[in-house]
């Protein structure tokens, strides 16, 4: 038989509270929940209903299955990189081609030498204007 895992919430819970920079006092403002409710939670005294799991965690921002992930690797998104991520979801692939190879250009990884035509190739694609490659650009 296999072993059974059994999460320990609260110690999660206070993980990730103080990952994202919330007090207790922030999340009982921002849940409604008291504030020795929450501590007893996160000493786990108590276990959270699936309903107090929900208010703790769209406080802080973090879905289900960032809290369920167990390898360690979770990402925590800003609303606007979020937007950014829903917007991309949508687009063509050649958009979002275009779209990654701005974002490089911004950072100043990649495109050496090339990158000014790269930068007026994707400016000219944002704007809804003919893209019409120049000899120089090799984007």
Same mark, same amino acid.
């Given at each position: 038989?296999?072993?059974?895992? !059994? ?6 819970? %206070?993980?990730? /509270? *103080?990952? !994202? !920079?919330?007090? *207790?006092?922030?999340?009982?403002? =921002? ?5 020795? %409710?929450?501590?007893? *939670?996160? /000493?786990? @005294? %108590?276990? $959270? #209903?699936? +309903? ?17 992930? +167990? ?6 998104? #800003?609303?606007?990189? @979020? =937007?950014?991520?829903? *917007?991309?979801? #949508? ?5 979002? +081609?275009? &779209?990654?190879?701005?974002? !490089? ?19 000219? %694609?944002?704007?809804? @204007? $003919? #893209?019409?490659?120049? $000899?120089?650009? &090799?984007?």
């Amino acid at each position: 038989m296999g072993s059974v895992y !059994k999460m320990k919430y609260g110690a999660r819970i %206070h993980q990730l /509270r *103080i990952a !994202k !920079k919330f007090s *207790i006092y922030r999340l009982y403002k =921002e849940t409604g929940l008291s504030q020795g %409710h929450i501590t007893d *939670i996160e /000493r786990d @005294k %108590h276990q $959270p #209903t699936l +309903e107090t799991l929900q208010r703790l965690l769209t406080a802080m921002d973090i879905s289900l299955a960032e809290f369920f992930n +167990e390898d360690g690797e979770v990402s925590y998104l #800003t609303k606007r990189e @979020k =937007e950014l991520v829903a *917007i991309f979801r #949508t687009m063509s692939d050649e958009s979002a +081609e275009l &779209y990654l190879r701005f974002g !490089k250009l911004q950072d100043g990884s990649g495109y050496g030498q090339n990158s000014r035509s790269a930068l007026w190739y994707v400016k000219r %694609h944002l704007s809804g @204007k $003919p #893209t019409y490659l120049r $000899p120089s650009c &090799y984007c």
